[in-house]
């Protein structure tokens, strides 16, 4: 073999697997995971890092309370019909529908809940000592037609299925439905 400038000789196939050629790959390996990982973690991680913020509490009197506005979606002009003086006043003087009430009270349309399996008693009058009339399963929906009435550390709702069914219930066991 004929040497070459320096005098040493290399083999043909010793080319390819040097070291230095290959050194690029040791730099833009570690790179291409690091830019992989910041990737994922914008994508997944950084979106949702800050929770929503805790509800604040109701203000007292005379506090100062600071309004949240949400913008409304921009409205389709082509499709918007200007409304006359008549249409608007008739629309402001519309019946609306009965806001339901988010407590037990009288008109409130209430289900039973919570007894386990066990059924809510309805009696003849709020006492415990009462007459039981009849037991309602958990789920069924009555309207509140008088109470409240306090007996027996209870407070007592009279109930009414609108199916003949009417009796005094524990307000314990009674859940506003919408």
């Known amino acids: 073999m004929a040497s070459r400038r320096g005098g040493r000789s290399r083999p ?9 050629e290959g050194s690029w790959l040791w730099i833009a ?6 830019a992989l990982i910041a990737a994922l973690w914008y994508l997944v991680i950084a979106p949702g890092a800050e929770p929503a913020p805790p509800p604040t509490a109701t ?4 506090a100062a309370v600071e309004a949240t506005l949400t913008p409304l979606p921009p409205m389709n002009v082509s499709t918007a019909v200007p409304a006359s003086a008549e249409s608007t ?9 009965a806001a339901r009430p988010a407590t037990v ?3 409130a349309r209430v289900q039973v809940t919570g007894t386990n399996g066990a059924g809510l008693r309805l009696r003849q009058s709020p006492s415990t000592d009462s ?10 929906q009555f309207v509140v ?17 609108q199916n003949g069914l009417v009796g005094w219930a524990s307000g314990d066991y ?3 439905v919408p």
């Open 105 to 107: 009270q009288v008109g």
């Open 131 to 140: 007459v039981t009339l009849q037991f309602a399963s958990d789920g069924a």
């Open 174 to 176: 009674l859940k506003v």
């Open 29 to 34: 390996l570690p790179v291409g995971v690091l």
């Open 12 to 20: 043909q196939g010793d080319q390819e697997g040097s070291i230095l």
């Open 145 to 161: 037609v008088d109470g409240p009435q306090q007996a027996d550390d209870i407070t007592w709702w009279k109930i009414d299925d």
């Open 59 to 62: 203000p007292g009197p005379g």
């Open 89 to 97: 006043a008739a629309a402001m003087s519309a019946p609306t529908a």
